[in-house]
């Protein structure tokens, strides 16, 4: 039995395997990272690259495609119901079916029954007897459903996808179980991402909360040059919950319950980086100072629209501007290219790709390290160089020949030489407050306020927020 499984994962597998994106390897790293420090996000709250068994471990069980035909898994394999034993996990599990297939009553009984007679094969332990269809929503080339296994006192939760349409085994076809009980939270948070012509496109978001909490999208958002991001938001239910399709504006979401913002941040949830285009974007290298190799420019300036379009952010094509060797100071002295994109309202995202060599650092992975910078004006970006060596890269004018670091008191803690208005400098991101960029005749250029260099790297001025 377990030689068949493997044998039928394999031939599942096989049309689906990207042949390998250095780009693709990028994107994994950024996950890891999001997930780590997403930790608290709830069950089912995974980025799901979804061909075969979404979002759970390859090494779990086959879903469910025909329960009288396989054996139920031996005691002791079950998952282990977590406990209800918040208020609103258990206003979540009160809450109706939402979506726009709510109302089809055959449907919804019938995801009932096959669910419940899939218990064994999806590993939800047995004394969870009821069901209930939490979420059952078309969107363009996608079905979702999430489904509740629950007693009076423990549940589980599972979640399966397929194409607009899909029959019920269809979408069990895609269901499995996570390789770990998962805590229960009130929201579930869901991304997939299929592979299209060798890459990956996000093709489904979805966010569940609730009923009776308030949805809000945002896809707008400009960042100011004092590193803030102005927004105008879009209501989008009372009802808790919002699904997301393929061809769809990437957003920023918000989550108001009972007057109180629990969730503000990158659609899904913040479930990995989102790919909209399936076509490779052109690298624009006019006016980069230094060598600039053009596969790894192209890498960057998709990384940094990815983000952008994940947090909901508009802006035109990154652009590069600096491409070279970091100091010796800076672990495996990577070669780097430095990206930017500048909104209307003056501000700049900035992204920094360093090609780190992966035994160097404590999260190997290529190609490697990078960092975002909110915060900036077109003629003036300050970044984290990447490691465990604390430094920033400082990109100016080229005139600029000096930069100095300054701190919250204006007291300058660092200074460095720039060639051609570029130089990377060491000290501690988290205590430069300014930079303050000067010619060779000692006269100040620009004197710029720098608050993102102290955040995460990726919040692009906004920090998410989990107020669960």
């Not at 495996?332 to 900035?350: K, Q």
């Amino acid at each position: 039995m377990a030689d068949e499984i493997k044998e039928a994962l394999t031939r599942l597998a096989e049309p689906v395997v990207p042949s390998p994106d250095p780009y693709r390897r990028l994107l994994v790293r950024v996950r890891r990272r999001r997930q780590r420090r997403m930790a608290v996000a709830g069950v089912v709250g995974l980025a799901a690259v979804a061909v075969v068994l979404p979002v759970f471990g390859a090494a779990g069980p086959p879903a469910a495609t025909d329960a009288a035909a396989s054996p139920p898994p031996a005691i002791g394999t079950y998952q282990p119901a977590s406990r209800i034993d918040k208020p609103m996990v258990r206003r979540l599990l009160d809450s109706p079916t939402r979506g726009n297939l709510a109302g089809d009553e055959a449907l919804i009984a019938d995801i009932k029954r096959q669910y419940r007679a899939a218990r064994a094969q999806l590993l939800v332990d047995p004394t969870l007897d009821e069901v209930k269809v939490l979420l059952a929503h078309d969107v363009p080339g996608s079905r979702t459903v999430v489904v509740a296994f629950l007693n009076d006192s423990h549940a589980s939760l599972r979640h399966g996808f397929g194409a607009a349409g899909a029959s019920v085994p269809e979408l069990l076809r895609k269901t499995g179980s996570p390789d770990e009980r998962q805590s229960l939270e009130p929201y579930v948070f869901l991304g997939r991402h299929s592979p299209v012509a060798g890459h990956y496109v996000a093709d489904l978001a979805v966010g569940l909360a609730p009923a009776g909490c308030h949805v809000e999208t945002s896809a707008d958002g400009r960042i100011q040059p004092d590193g803030t991001v102005t927004r105008s938001w879009q209501a989008v239910s009372g009802d808790g919950f919002v699904v997301r399709g393929a061809g769809q504006v990437a957003e920023r979401w918000r989550f108001t319950c009972d007057g109180v913002v629990r969730y503000a941040g990158p659609e899904g949830g913040g479930r990995g980086t989102v790919i909209r285009v399936e076509k490779t974007p052109s690298a624009s290298t006019t006016g980069a100072l230094g060598s600039v190799d053009a596969t790894f420019a192209v890498t960057a300036v998709r990384a940094l629209q990815d983000s952008l379009e994940s947090n909901g952010l508009t802006g035109p094509a990154p652009q590069v501007i600096w491409a070279g060797r970091l100091p010796d100071w800076v672990p495996g002295a990577p070669t780097a290219v430095l990206v930017r994109s500048c909104s209307t309202a003056g501000g700049c995202a900035a992204l920094l790709v360093a090609d780190v060599d992966p035994p160097r650092l404590p999260e190997p992975t290529s190609p490697g390290e990078y960092r975002e910078s909110a915060a900036g004006q077109p003629d003036l970006v300050a970044v984290q160089v990447p490691g465990e060596t604390r430094g920033v890269l400082v990109v100016g004018p080229e005139p600029a020949v000096r930069a100095e670091l300054l701190d919250g008191e204006g007291r300058t803690i660092a200074s460095g030489r720039l060639e051609a208005g570029a130089g990377a400098i060491r000290a501690d991101p988290r205590q430069v407050t300014k930079i303050k960029i000067l010619d060779r005749d000692g006269r100040v250029l620009r004197t710029e306020a720098t608050p993102s260099l102290s955040a995460g790297f990726d919040q692009l001025g906004e920090p998410t927020v989990w107020a669960w």
